[in-house]
């Protein structure tokens, strides 16, 4: 058991040397692609951590995401503060966000968390509209740093191995096989002795933390950015689809799910730019019915076929 | 309330769901080694008990104390922690886990924390306890009814409770089955374990109880030693009440 974890490991760290060379062998266009696709990896992997074992659908990615993109913004725009000082400070309020909204809504049923947390990245966007109206003076804010692509995407790079890697600890721990058996049966999870609130709040809260960094990291990319766009709630739809059209039962699905979903959508949209919205809804029915289990289960499935088939 | 000596005890504990009063100011006390049984008709509050103690349910009034002090208040993963272990009526395995893991999951966060090497051979120790060793490899979907509850079992012991409790832990068996499963019981009770058990076979609650508590309705209408409880006319026409009904 632990020795392929390992294994796991070390292919990973592999992967991420390698795609640490792609901004000096891609173009800018391909660079372009490329550090969409980076950005969405680091957000898929945080949220599988949390809702691979727990089968929670989290849709608050959106606003993890904009806390780091809009306190980046505005720091550096109407405080003068350094952009690592501003992107440490969104990490740790999204961290705390998602620890209060977890503590609210983790105790109950999923649906009433999948819900709150739908509402909740337009619910940040009026309240920051409406503090900006008020009190600060409505206007954009300038996001200017000598960061050029190549640079956010490796710090992207940095984010994603990080978030696995974190994610593959959490998996061996205690932790780890605490979220296993919630997902399994939670009245089992209470009377086994798991602190079922403590551990989904925490794992959670690891999105946030993730969620507002990538949000951070990806501000100076923008230049000039609308505190209105980005709280998105597109992307955390993005992001789930993605990350369940890789799979969430593993770490790795992501990958496998970002990739070619960042291809196949870079095509859809240069050549049916009105019909992206029906792409998403073909890949949803893809998952539903074709790939429930992600790209990765698929490829487990046939796996177990070869060996079996090879006997 | 004063520690009165007795490993648990119930005070006029009731619970109610809406407008059903599903367990009506139950009063007894279990004390250190000893095996007691629930016994009752369908509906007469039995799980709604266990649950209660467990910590599934909190009471609507009332109290329930472990060695002295209150556990009704606590959440069910703090009473497991403290050393209550339960099963459950309807066997509850966690299907994507191993046999192994399911029992190992009893070891890591319960009365005895375990990790690692040490929890996997615990968890092997517990299945060897209850016959199932072999089985540890297996996934969960491939075991018959009564080895589904051995692992049950072995997930609770592998916590070492100080207080076991069993719903309906014979229930749903054949008659070989149910022998082993008689004797694994009666193996708790020569370890000395402090156990309250929910049955509705007969024999098995006279050879493995030292004491009966019988429920109707949510009420407690008879307690004491099995062979003067089952022959009570009150806890008889309880029974056949419910048979004719
Ligand atoms: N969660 C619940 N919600 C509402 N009613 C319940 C619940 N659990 C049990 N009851 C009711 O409480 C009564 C006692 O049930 P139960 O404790 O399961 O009885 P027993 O285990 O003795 O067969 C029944 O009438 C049952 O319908
Ligand atoms: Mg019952």
Same mark, same amino acid.
């Given at each position: 058991?632990?020795?392929?974890?390992?294994?796991?490991?070390?292919?990973?760290?592999?992967?991420?040397?390698?795609?640490?060379?792609?901004?000096?062998?891609?173009?800018?266009?391909?660079?372009?692609?490329?550090?969409?696709?980076?950005?969405?990896?680091?957000?898929?992997?945080?949220?599988?951590?949390?809702?691979?074992?727990?089968?929670?659908?989290?849709?608050?990615?959106?606003?993890?995401?904009?806390?780091?993109?809009?306190?980046?913004?505005?720091?550096?725009?109407?405080?003068?503060?350094?952009?690592?000082?501003?992107?440490?400070?969104?990490?740790?309020?999204?961290?705390?966000?998602?620890?209060?909204?977890?503590?609210?809504?983790?105790?109950?049923?999923?649906?009433?968390?999948?819900?709150?947390?739908?509402?909740?990245?337009?619910?940040?966007?009026?309240?920051?509209?409406?503090?900006?109206?008020?009190?600060?003076?409505?206007?954009?804010?300038?996001?200017?740093?000598?960061?050029?692509?190549?640079?956010?995407?490796?710090?992207?790079?940095?984010?994603?191995?990080?978030?696995?890697?974190?994610?593959?600890?959490?998996?061996?721990?205690?932790?780890?096989?605490?979220?296993?058996?919630?997902?399994?049966?939670?009245?089992?999870?209470?009377?086994?002795?798991?602190?079922?609130?403590?551990?989904?709040?925490?794992?959670?809260?690891?999105?946030?933390?993730?969620?507002?960094?990538?949000?951070?990291?990806?501000?100076?990319?923008?230049?000039?950015?609308?505190?209105?766009?980005?709280?998105?709630?597109?992307?955390?739809?993005?992001?789930?689809?993605?990350?369940?059209?890789?799979?969430?039962?593993?770490?790795?699905?992501?990958?496998?799910?970002?990739?070619?979903?960042?291809?196949?959508?870079?095509?859809?949209?240069?050549?049916?730019?009105?019909?992206?919205?029906?792409?998403?809804?073909?890949?949803?029915?893809?998952?539903?019915?074709?790939?429930?289990?992600?790209?990765?289960?698929?490829?487990?499935?046939?796996?177990?076929?070869?060996?079996?088939?090879?006997? | 309330?004063?520690?009165?000596?007795?490993?648990?005890?119930?005070?006029?504990?009731?619970?109610?769901?809406?407008?059903?009063?599903?367990?009506?100011?139950?009063?007894?006390?279990?004390?250190? @080694?000893? %095996?007691?049984?629930?016994?009752?008709?369908?509906?007469?509050?039995?799980?709604?008990?266990?649950?209660?103690?467990?910590?599934?349910?909190?009471?609507?009034?009332?109290?329930?104390?472990? %060695?002295?002090?209150?556990?009704?208040?606590?959440?069910?993963?703090?009473?497991?922690?403290?050393?209550?272990?339960?099963?459950?009526?309807?066997?509850?395995?966690?299907?994507?886990?191993?046999?192994?893991?399911?029992?190992?999951?009893?070891?890591?966060?319960?009365?005895?924390?375990?990790?690692?090497?040490?929890?996997?051979? @615990?968890?092997?120790?517990?299945?060897?306890?209850?016959?199932?060793?072999?089985?540890?490899?297996?996934?969960?979907?491939?075991?018959?009814?009564?080895?589904?509850?051995?692992?049950?079992?072995?997930?609770?012991?592998?916590?070492?409770?100080?207080?076991?409790?069993?719903?309906?832990?014979?229930?749903?068996?054949?008659?070989?089955?149910?022998?082993?499963?008689?004797?694994?019981?009666?193996?708790?009770?020569?370890?000395?374990?402090?156990?309250?058990?929910?049955?509705?076979?007969?024999?098995?609650?006279?050879?493995?109880?030292?004491?009966?508590?019988?429920?109707?309705?949510?009420?407690?209408?008879?307690?004491?030693?099995?062979?003067?409880?089952?022959?009570?006319?009150?806890?008889?026409?309880?029974?056949?009440?419910?048979?004719?009904?």
């Amino acid at each position: 058991m632990s020795r392929s974890g390992f294994k796991e490991l070390a292919i990973a760290a592999c992967l991420a040397i390698l795609a640490g060379f792609v901004p000096l062998v891609f173009n800018n266009y391909w660079l372009s692609i490329s550090v969409t696709a980076m950005m969405y990896i680091a957000l898929c992997t945080s949220w599988v951590m949390f809702s691979g074992p727990t089968h929670y659908i989290s849709l608050a990615s959106g606003a993890f995401f904009g806390i780091g993109g809009y306190l980046v913004a505005t720091g550096m725009s109407d405080y003068q503060m350094s952009f690592w000082l501003m992107a440490g400070i969104s990490a740790l309020v999204a961290t705390i966000l998602a620890g209060l909204i977890g503590a609210a809504t983790l105790r109950l049923s999923g649906v009433y968390f999948v819900i709150f947390t739908l509402g909740l990245a337009e619910m940040i966007r009026n309240l920051v509209s409406w503090v900006q109206n008020n009190f600060l003076g409505s206007r954009g804010l300038y996001v200017l740093t000598d960061f050029t692509e190549a640079h956010i995407y490796w710090m992207l790079l940095v984010l994603a191995a990080a978030a696995y890697f974190l994610g593959w600890y959490i998996n061996r721990s205690r932790l780890g096989f605490a979220l296993r058996i919630i997902g399994n049966d939670e009245t089992v999870a209470r009377h086994v002795g798991i602190n079922t609130a403590t551990a989904k709040i925490v794992l959670f809260m690891t999105t946030g933390f993730f969620g507002a960094l990538v949000g951070a990291v990806i501000a100076p990319r923008y230049s000039y950015i609308e505190p209105n766009q980005v709280f998105s709630p597109e992307l955390s739809f993005m992001v789930v689809i993605m990350a369940l059209l890789g799979g969430a039962g593993r770490l790795w699905g992501p990958i496998v799910g970002v990739i070619p979903f960042t291809l196949v959508w870079e095509y859809v949209s240069l050549q049916f730019p009105n019909q992206t919205t029906m792409f998403i809804g073909l890949i949803f029915l893809l998952i539903v019915f074709v790939l429930p289990n992600g790209i990765v289960g698929r490829l487990e499935q046939v796996a177990v076929k070869i060996r079996q088939g090879g006997h | 309330m004063r520690y009165s000596g007795s490993a648990l005890s119930v005070n006029g504990v009731t619970k109610r769901f809406g407008g059903l009063v599903a367990v009506d100011n139950m009063e007894f006390s279990v004390g250190e @080694h000893e %095996m007691v049984g629930i016994i009752g008709p369908n509906g007469s509050g039995k799980t709604t008990m266990m649950n209660m103690i467990s910590g599934t349910f909190k009471p609507t009034s009332g109290s329930i104390s472990m %060695m002295g002090s209150r556990i009704s208040d606590l959440p069910a993963q703090e009473i497991t922690r403290r050393g209550v272990g339960r099963t459950f009526q309807l066997v509850r395995l966690l299907p994507s886990l191993s046999v192994l893991e399911n029992v190992i999951a009893g070891a890591v966060f319960g009365h005895r924390k375990r990790w690692g090497r040490e929890a996997e051979d @615990h968890a092997h120790r517990m299945l060897e306890r209850v016959g199932m060793d072999a089985m540890s490899y297996a996934p969960v979907s491939s075991l018959t009814y009564i080895d589904q509850k051995r692992v049950e079992l072995a997930r609770v012991l592998a916590g070492d409770p100080e207080i076991l409790l069993l719903d309906e832990w014979l229930a749903g068996l054949n008659p070989t089955e149910l022998e082993t499963g008689i004797e694994l019981i009666h193996d708790l009770r020569k370890e000395g374990r402090t156990v309250i058990l929910v049955e509705h076979v007969m024999d098995a609650i006279r050879s493995l109880c030292d004491r009966c508590v019988v429920m109707s309705s949510g009420v407690k209408i008879a307690e004491g030693s099995p062979d003067v409880v089952l022959s009570d006319p009150e806890v008889i026409r309880a029974y056949l009440g419910d048979d004719d009904a």
